[in-house]
Antibody
Framework: QLQLQESGPGLVKPSETLSLTCTVSGGSISSSDYFWGWIRQPPGKGLEWIGNMFKSGTAYYNPSLRSRLTISLDTSRNQFSLKLNSVTAADTAFYYC??????????????WGKGTAVTVSS | QSVLTQPPSTSGTPGQRVTFSCSGTNYNIGRNFVYWYQQLPGTAPKLLIYRNNQRPSGVPERFSGSKSGTSASLAISGLRSEDEGDYYCATWDGNLSSLVFGGGTKLTVL
C-alpha cells in the first residue's frame, strides 16, 4: 500500500525558495504506473494542482507556476521534491504530495500524503 | 476563478440523496475523464471517483459519478453525517496542459 509523507520547512521568507520533499513507501517512484506530484491549498480555499513528473523526467507544470517551479525525482532515496522560487505571501498554503496514477494519456491523484503547512513571512 | 465551476455549497438531511455538479468546457471535461475528491474537515483529500464513474476499492456504492458533454455529477445516496466536508471535481485541460480543479462544494448534513 502506497504511503507518502511530506517534509520541509514550515516557514519561508519572501523572495526565497520553498523546498519540500515527499518520501514514498510501499512502492517505487521508478514505477511505470505513476507520475509523482504536488497540490496545494491556501488557508480556507480550494485545491490547486502544482505539477508532476514521471520517472523519465517528463514533467507537467501548472502554467501559473511554471516559471518558478522545479519538480525532481531521487530514485536512490525513493523521494521526490518541489522547489518554488521567489515566494510571496500568496504561496502560503498546505502542500500535499500525491501519486498520480497513469490513465491513458494523463494521470490522476490516487494516494495523497497528509500534507504540510508552509507560511511565507519575514 | 477556477477552470471548472462548482456551486459553493449544498446541504441535505441524513438518508437523503444529494448531487454535486461540475461544469467545464470542450477543452477539459468534454474530452477527458473526470475525477472526484472528498476532503473531510482537517484531512487530506481522498479519491472518490475516477474515470467519470468508477469507484476505487473501499469507496461505498452510495457514491456514484456520471458525465455528459461538458458537465459531470457526483451523487451521494443514503447521506450520513460523516459525509460532511468538501467535494472537488478535477480533470485534465488540454488547452492549459494542466490538471484543473473545481472550486469545491461544501456539503452540510443538517
Amino acid at each position: 500500500q502506497l504511503q507518502l509523507q511530506e517534509s520541509g520547512p514550515g516557514l519561508v521568507k519572501p523572495s526565497e525558495t520553498l523546498s519540500l520533499t515527499c518520501t514514498v513507501s510501499g512502492g517505487s517512484i521508478s514505477s511505470s504506473d505513476y507520475f509523482w506530484g504536488w497540490i496545494r491549498q491556501p488557508p480556507g480555499k480550494g485545491l490547486e494542482w502544482i505539477g508532476n513528473m514521471f520517472k523519465s523526467g517528463t514533467a507537467y507544470y501548472n502554467p501559473s507556476l511554471r516559471s518558478r517551479l522545479t519538480i525532481s525525482l531521487d530514485t536512490s532515496r525513493n523521494q521526490f521534491s518541489l522547489k518554488l522560487n521567489s515566494v510571496t505571501a500568496a504561496d502560503t498554503a498546505f502542500y500535499y504530495c500525491a501519486s498520480h496514477k497513469v490513465d491513458y494519456y494523463y494521470s490522476y491523484m490516487d494516494v495523497w500524503g497528509k500534507g504540510t503547512a508552509v507560511t511565507v513571512s519575514s | 476563478q477556477s477552470v471548472l465551476t462548482q456551486p459553493p455549497s449544498t446541504s441535505g438531511t441524513p438518508g437523503q440523496r444529494v448531487t454535486f455538479s461540475c461544469s467545464g468546457t470542450n477543452y477539459n471535461i468534454g474530452r477527458n475523464f473526470v475525477y472526484w475528491y472528498q476532503q473531510l474537515p482537517g484531512t487530506a483529500p481522498k479519491l472518490l471517483i475516477y474515470r467519470n464513474n468508477q469507484r476505487p476499492s473501499g469507496v461505498p456504492e452510495r457514491f456514484s459519478g456520471s458525465k455528459s458533454g461538458t458537465s459531470a455529477s457526483l451523487a451521494i445516496s443514503g447521506l450520513r453525517s460523516e459525509d460532511e466536508g468538501d467535494y472537488y471535481c478535477a480533470t485534465w485541460d488540454g488547452n492549459l496542459s494542466s490538471l484543473v480543479f473545481g472550486g469545491g462544494t461544501k456539503l452540510t448534513v443538517l
